[in-house]
């Protein structure tokens, strides 16, 4: 039922999301939803018609969020207002070449008197030279002419309106007036992440020390824009994305200190429970690495409670309390997607991978190499069709790539960690770490660039949106087949 439920909401919210506001009528969502009440009130001892009005009333529930987020944002005027007063920098600022894109919102209602509706939540996006630096929670004098987002190659209105940004600031004037007027607690976290990022890099020579920092702390933004494209050409970014991958080996590892410290085995589970979350907070909160923390807690729940948790339930939770916060994710925030895609794609790809591997050896004495292998072909075969409709880009290194790298990350980020660590506590130590780091990380840094410099690494290709359509009905028929017809096929975890 749990199940149901939720793809209802969720099916709710993609109606409205790609259909916004062609057949989304007031009196229509009245009517559906009166309709789901008197199923519910008056056929409450018929099961199949009470479940029927429960989905009607989530579905109409997913409706409602997606198209009241749709409506004010197709309402803004586009009157290009001159505005100035204080604001308060919202996340920390992305780098870009020599500019930087920087969110605020307004500290109180300074703009009242020029009737501009903006509430304190809602965010305004300005370019602006590398220098000055700003942080979050600075407090600056903002001067500029507001306009609405303007679509390039891409939605990039809506691209940013799911974060909530919804003017960009032209001709800006900002003089930064004050610091720490943000969440205390955040502001602590991301001091954190900034001195642990420093001592990363006085420890480890570039480019490695920017591996080093997007595979422990998230983020490819410590990499040159070269190594960037490298590790996209190789399909090797979700190591530095803050992926199920990386999640879960901190979690193991925080599990492991939680009891080699002396914590009982529910008190390690709270640590790594804390940790996780700290994990995420310095990463920024991206979608991607939100679902990844909720998957690694549901994880090690399962884990001391000795049962292996239900992966369907676990993903579709996770989606659901993402999509209440923020139903705009689900169609344009593409990490969003792919995300979720992935590990949708080894929940239901891997077995049938791994029932063809038992006819050579036993299911639990797969060979790690083949396991990564079919673990990345699982994951891509349910992502390549996002990956080529949006970058039109296909990598025919990528299973090599993850074949030839990921067994090292594990051991990577231990050393990673210890070296930070120490750095704390005796710092000739940590130095030693640092380069027996520096090792691994230099192997894989060298085995991506090396991938990516072959001529036919990745190519240029595209999908329309009927043939992403087409891929999925026929994959989701071909594994539903197989799993019918061959019994032998181990039941989902």
């Given at each position: 039922m749990f199940s149901i439920l939720s793809l209802s909401f969720i099916g709710g919210?993609?109606?409205?999301?790609?259909?916004?506001?062609?057949?989304?009528?007031?009196?229509?969502?009245?009517?559906?939803?009166?309709?789901?009440?008197?199923?519910?009130?008056?056929?409450?001892?018929?099961?199949p018609v009470?479940?029927?009005?429960?989905?009607?009333?989530?579905f109409s529930l997913g409706i409602y969020l997606s198209s009241s987020k749709l409506e004010k944002i197709n309402n803004l005027v586009d009157d290009r207002k001159n505005i100035s007063g204080n604001f308060i920098i919202q996340k920390e600022p992305e780098i870009s070449g020599?500019?930087?894109?920087?969110?605020?919102?307004?500290?109180a209602k300074p703009l009242a008197s020029q009737r501009l509706r903006l509430r304190k939540e809602d965010g305004i996006l300005i370019t602006a030279p590398t220098y000055p630096e700003y942080s979050y929670?600075?407090?600056?004098?903002?001067?500029?002419?507001?306009?609405?987002?303007?679509?390039?190659?891409?939605?990039?209105?809506?691209?940013?309106?799911?974060d909530n940004i919804l003017y960009e600031c032209e001709k800006s004037k900002i003089e930064k007036i004050g610091s720490?007027?943000?969440?205390?607690?955040?502001?602590?976290?991301?001091?954190?992440k900034n001195n642990l990022n420093t001592k990363i890099s006085r420890m480890i020579p570039a480019p490695e020390s920017g591996l080093?920092?997007?595979?422990?702390?998230?983020?490819?933004?410590?990499?040159?824009?070269?190594?960037?494209?490298?590790?996209?050409?190789?399909?090797?970014?979700?190591?530095?994305?803050?992926?199920?991958?990386?999640?879960?080996?901190v979690a193991e590892y925080l599990m492991i200190i939680g009891i080699f410290i002396g914590l009982w085995r529910r008190q390690a589970f709270w640590f790594a429970v804390v940790g996780i979350i700290l994990f995420v907070a310095m990463t920024g909160f991206p979608s991607s690495a939100v679902r990844a923390g909720m998957m690694g807690i549901l994880l090690i729940w399962a884990m001391k409670n000795g049962r292996l948790a239900n992966s369907q339930n676990a993903i579709i939770f996770a989606a659901v309390i993402m999509l209440l916060i923020n139903p705009l994710l689900l169609r344009w925030d593409i990490g969003f997607q792919l995300s979720f895609l992935a590990t949708l794609g080894i929940v239901y790809m891997?077995?049938?991978?791994?029932?063809?591997?038992?006819?050579?050896?036993?299911?639990?004495?797969?060979?790690?190499?083949?396991?990564?292998?079919?673990?990345?072909?699982?994951?891509?075969?349910?992502?390549?069709?996002?990956?080529?409709?949006?970058?039109?880009?296909?990598?025919?290194?990528?299973?090599?790539?993850?074949?030839?790298?990921?067994?090292?990350?594990?051991?990577?980020?231990?050393l990673g960690f210890v070296a930070v660590i120490l750095s704390f506590i005796f710092y000739p130590l940590a130095v030693v770490f640092s380069w027996l780091a520096y090792l691994p990380l230099k192997y894989e840094t060298s085995v991506i660039n090396f991938l990516a410099s072959l001529k036919y690494s990745s190519i240029e290709m595209n999908l329309a949106w009927w043939g992403v359509g087409i891929w999925?009905?026929?994959?989701?028929?071909?594994?539903?087949?197989?799993?019918?017809?061959?019994?032998?096929?181990?039941?989902?975890?």
């Open positions: 919210i993609a109606l409205a999301s790609f259909y916004y506001p062609k057949i989304i009528d007031v009196f229509y969502l009245y009517l559906f939803l009166v309709l789901a009440l008197t199923s519910v009130f008056v056929f409450y001892k018929n099961k009470l479940l029927a009005g429960f989905c009607m009333l989530v020599k500019m930087q894109r920087i969110k605020v919102s307004p500290k929670g600075d407090e600056i004098r903002l001067s500029c002419t507001l306009k609405i987002p303007e679509n390039k190659i891409f939605d990039w209105r809506m691209y940013l309106a799911k720490d007027k943000g969440n205390k607690v955040y502001s602590f976290i991301l001091k954190i080093m920092s997007g595979l422990i702390l998230g983020g490819d933004d410590k990499l040159s824009k070269n190594i960037q494209d490298n590790f996209s050409r190789t399909g090797m970014t979700h190591i530095v994305a803050v992926s199920g991958y990386n999640v879960t080996i891997y077995p049938v991978f791994q029932n063809y591997l038992t006819k050579w050896t036993d299911a639990m004495s797969v060979p790690t190499l083949l396991e990564i292998l079919f673990l990345t072909l699982s994951a891509q075969i349910f992502v390549l069709p996002v990956i080529l409709f949006n970058f039109q880009k296909l990598s025919l290194i990528s299973p090599l790539a993850n074949l030839l790298v990921l067994p090292i990350v594990p051991l990577t980020m231990l999925y009905i026929v994959l989701i028929s071909t594994i539903a087949s197989i799993r019918k017809s061959k019994k032998i096929i181990p039941p989902l975890p």
